[in-house]
């Protein structure tokens, strides 16, 4: 017998009253990950004007969109924070102060924005500079994946840094989605950044990442077993990198203690779980590949006839 | 001479009626892929109340917007159904009939929802446990593409174990193009799953995955050779990975008959063809890298120079 | 002392008046990327008719739809292929000529797509062929992120032919977005290419890739050493791919005088930076990996025990 909707609803209230830890229910209100992905393309905004409008921004009107921005992505992200913090308090915080936390750290959240400004100008230089098919600065700021995916970092490690709870990593995760790159928002990258096409980069939480480091897609910079899983929360768990290093394409590096000294190259697909020392070389051993000719080929079981 | 617009209107007609294949007209109507979409959106907030909903959702309502949602999505769910039946119906189906199976296969899926949470929620305490970056069941919810993925996964695949065509490939992918991952609707996935970042993993439709497999990005589980295309269809393609495997990010594991035993260990970027035992460790051959110091560095053609 | 909404605003303007090269102030209107992304959107469903839209198209209406829809898109593109030029004008086009030339760039981009539904065609094939997982030409055209991207990447290609600034690669972000594959616009693709799963695979700006291609998921077309940056501009960086050659996924083809010879196959995983000749085979060494048993596995220190 076939059931009814109403009777298949009976059964998945039930299915919420016996299967917990996946409702969120009678709590607090999260942050809206909407609402969160909504403010990070208005920061986006703020950060780059006149790249992210439909319009033309002029010098005459701009103090006055600036003003008027600024002050609605103020209201909402205080109240996103607000949800935050009420969701996860921070130590020795009482309920009666969320509202003021809130509204503290959205403010010193945004007087970091020429900050991360300073820093983004660097980034749109290192990507133009570093990729012959780049057309001009602009085309790297309005169609770049990277762009978007850097700002978003940049930002969310400001909020990371004070300790504010779920945005960080739900902005993070949309521009994850958008670019294919994972950058956790607790990487510490320092200035002139560039990943070229992003997919599958992953930069783990306690990366730190020095100035001029440029990547390519693929890389990883991640944490070695972590079969310990929960019990390596705040342990330093992914590499260092120093300045003007190069990594290219799937290479991955491995481990906290791992430290690539300043101006090494690590080459394409280079599995590295050691350290090495500045201006380094590191390449995948020769002669790994084997080419067979037509008639080599012939001779092959199935798997791989033409 | 330039064409008008009506003149390159009527090239493109007449290419319509030249090229056929990619045009689809006076058929049925197909599947929407906006309207599977916005259904596999709903169907999130009815597995997880509260998490992908704008407000928060009180006990006291939670009957009412179960029901209301739940009608909803029946509604609307079996409207699809009923156009990927018209457009491949089952053998010994008759036209009359489309709408009453579309009504059943609607309502068994709906029934199944209690069954996928279950399994959900175990996934969630996967990602959770298996993650130091985790800061709570809650962030893990919100924020991870994993999430999402393997809950379009599971519903999809109770939508491809009943034979409907084209709506759980249209989900799968809408959760591909969002995580990065490509979970084919096919693959049978045991509980406790997690696959930390997603991006670039690939698990084949034929894959039979056991309880508490952890992955990490860029991982495929994949057929051998394919060149024989459409005519291996049906056939077990993609390796079988038993419970308590690990799979570091950047390996491939290949072939229908390929099985990692239980409780086995595979290493980041290992390239996998043949079965290994339970409580296997597979890992690279070391020394696979050359480290060169500024020196021999010096003496290399040009290519990798500082 | 914290600073009010109105301080944080005057800060950031202050870092607009001495942070340049990340804003657009006064200059030019850029295309809309949203504008781009919308007629991109527009085009998929003039070449592949009935299958991007909500609704049947009957053959008694595609001439008044297509017709509509034609002009509409035809004067939004127009606009936007406008603001490119004036943004970076060809040489020795004079700003009175921008309209026309915007409208003539228009007509002529238009007039190729019934050229890129003739390629179209052959890669629905391809894929349909090529995947054993494809129930269907019309599962593959409505659910394969492949569809959208190379559907994309063929358009983007017509307007980098006639030198338009900017949109194609916006166009093409858009694409790798969705399906987490970057294929640069400026490569040439033959007929019936076909890539599996997408996500991860990078084809560069100067890549020649023949006929009858086929690939996987993570693959690499990509540049040599590029510490030279925009000194490369113009220069061929990327490999060329002759007719029928399948590169399996993870492999990294590099160089720009890297040809792999007709009818090759690339095995998964290989790093290549070498030619090959015509109906090679190229592999991995075996002996790659070292399997461990639960006993050996027991001796290793702590990363990877159980």
Redesign the interface.
């Known amino acids: 017998m076939?059931?009814?909707?109403?009777q298949?609803?009976d059964?998945?209230?039930?299915?919420?009253a016996r299967?917990?830890?996946?409702?969120?229910?009678?709590?607090?209100?999260?942050?809206?990950?909407?609402?969160v992905t909504l403010i990070a393309g208005d920061l986006l905004r703020?950060?780059?004007?006149?790249?992210?409008d439909?319009?033309?921004?002029?010098?005459s009107e701009?103090?006055v969109e600036?003003?008027t921005l600024?002050?609605s992505v103020?209201g909402r992200l205080e109240d996103e924070i607000y949800k935050a913090l009420e969701?996860?308090p921070p130590e020795g915080l009482a309920k009666k102060d969320f509202r003021g936390a809130a509204h503290?750290l959205t403010?010193?959240f945004?007087?970091k924005?020429?900050h991360v400004?300073?820093l983004?100008?660097t980034d749109?230089?290192a990507a133009?500079?570093?990729?012959?098919?780049?057309?001009?600065?602009?085309?790297v700021?309005?169609?770049?994946?990277f762009m978007e995916a850097v700002a978003v970092q940049r930002m969310a490690h400001q909020l990371y840094l004070k300790h504010v709870?779920?945005i960080p990593?739900?902005m993070?995760?949309w521009a994850?989605?958008?670019?294919?790159?994972?950058l956790?928002p607790?990487a510490r990258i320092g200035s002139h950044f560039f990943v070229?096409?992003?997919?599958?980069?992953?930069v783990?939480?306690t990366c730190l990442i020095g100035n001029h480091v440029k990547m390519?897609?693929?890389v990883?910079l991640?944490?070695?077993?972590?079969?310990?899983?929960?019990?390596?929360?705040?342990?330093k768990?992914h590499p260092t990198i120093e300045d003007h290093v190069?990594i290219y394409?799937?290479a991955?590096v491995?481990g906290g203690d791992t430290v690539i000294g300043e101006?090494s190259?690590i080459?394409?697909?280079?599995?590295?779980t050691q350290s090495?020392?500045?201006?380094?070389?590191?390449?995948?051993?020769e002669?790994?590949?084997?080419?067979?000719?037509?008639k080599?080929?012939e001779k092959?079981p199935?798997?791989?006839?033409?």
């Open positions: 076939k059931l009814t909707v109403t298949l609803t059964q998945l209230l039930a299915s919420y299967v917990g830890g996946i409702n969120h229910l009678d709590g607090v209100n999260l942050p809206s990950k909407n609402g703020l950060l780059c004007p006149g790249f992210f439909e319009h033309v921004i002029h010098s701009l103090k600036t003003a600024m002050d103020a969701y996860r503290g403010l010193e945004l007087g924005l020429p400004r300073e983004l100008r749109a230089d133009f500079n570093g990729d012959p098919a780049a057309l001009s600065r602009e085309e700021i309005v169609a770049y994946p709870p779920l990593r739900i993070a995760e994850h989605s958008r670019s294919g790159m994972d956790h607790g070229d096409h992003c997919t599958g980069t992953v783990g939480e390519y897609q693929g990883g991640v944490a070695k077993s972590l079969s310990a899983g929960q019990q390596l929360k705040g342990q768990r190069t394409a799937g991955t491995m101006g190259t080459g394409a697909s280079v599995f590295l090495v020392p500045p201006f380094s070389l590191v390449v995948n051993e002669c790994r590949v084997k080419v067979m000719n037509k080599d080929r092959q199935g798997d791989f006839s033409i």
